[in-house]
């Protein structure tokens, strides 16, 4: 990976921050994305001090802001016109109904629409990489979702953990349909789930949400977590592979609406609606 150039999002805890680690340990250049500069120092004080590896970049934005994404974009666009590898992975569960700057539901923005945004206003930079790999962060907590187009703001009903596999099954209905609309390109899109992962994600919430988080036995550490995400961005191994979805480096089955075509189509539509941002 030494030639490479990487993009990760939420790199300051948790599968992000070993999946940087793990790159960086390879060789790669990484642009880095959080919202908390000071922790993104810190982290990248650690990257440097473990990998040796000083090729690392850090932009400060917070993804629930269009605004914010539309300008951290402009400013890598222009500092890297190549991107080899685009990694989705900030993410978060909100335990409250909140809508951000642009009016959008926090949990669909974040884990969704900045996906959706940051990818496409950075794929010029990755089609003109000879490499190009786009990996989503998703999650098994989509299996039991589907998504209701008149209510993608769950305005009439917020659950946190629902609303959290709503988001992460946007994720893989994302990644398949992007893939198709760059079939006739050489960049490979593709989703993974990291399985259950001890991080500090959800703990701080109250209520059945707070307690599944806290109490379920999530036994992997970040580092097996980020095994698969770090596998899809430099193996030799899915080189061409494109719109699948990956657990432990083997492709495995989302659930059966992630493959409605019409719902991908629509959602897509829904998600360029939402952001203005368009193919």
Not at 58 to 69: F, N, P, V
Not at 202 to 208: A, L, P
Not at 212 to 228: C, D, I, N, V
Request: charge should be positive; hydrophobic fraction near 35%.
């Amino acid at each position: 990976m030494k030639d490479r150039i990487c993009l990760i999002t939420g790199f300051t805890s948790g599968i992000g921050k070993e999946t940087a680690f793990g790159l960086a340990g390879k060789g790669a250049t990484l642009i880095l994305i959080c919202r908390d500069k000071a922790k993104g120092e810190e982290v990248i004080k650690e990257i440097k001090n473990k990998t040796g590896n000083s090729n690392l970049h850090l932009y400060i934005a917070d993804l629930s802001s269009q605004k914010e994404i539309g300008r951290v974009a402009t400013e890598i666009k222009e500092q890297h016109p190549v991107i080899d590898v685009l990694i989705n992975n900030a993410g978060g569960i909100n335990e409250k109904h909140e809508l951000t700057e642009d009016g959008i539901e926090l949990t669909f923005a974040v884990n969704h629409l900045a996906y959706f945004m940051l990818t496409l206003l950075l794929l010029d930079n990755v089609k003109s990489s000879g490499y190009a790999r786009i990996i989503n962060v998703a999650s098994d907590a989509h299996q039991f979702s589907k998504l209701d187009f008149d209510d993608l703001n769950s305005t009439n009903s917020f659950n946190p953990m629902k609303v959290y596999g709503m988001t992460k099954l946007a994720n893989i209905m994302f990644t398949y349909e992007m893939a198709r609309k760059l079939n006739d390109t050489h960049v490979s899109v593709n989703a993974m789930h990291p399985g259950g992962v001890n991080t500090n994600f959800g703990k701080n919430m109250k209520g059945v949400a707070g307690a599944y988080f806290r109490l379920s036995p999530f036994s992997r550490k970040p580092e097996k977590g980020a095994e698969t995400v770090i596998w899809l961005a430099s193996s030799p191994e899915v080189e061409g592979v494109s719109g699948k979805y990956f657990m432990d480096k083997k492709e495995k089955k989302s659930n059966s609406f992630s493959y409605n075509k019409d719902a991908q189509k629509k959602l897509w539509e829904e998600s360029e609606r939402m952001t203005r941002v368009h193919f």
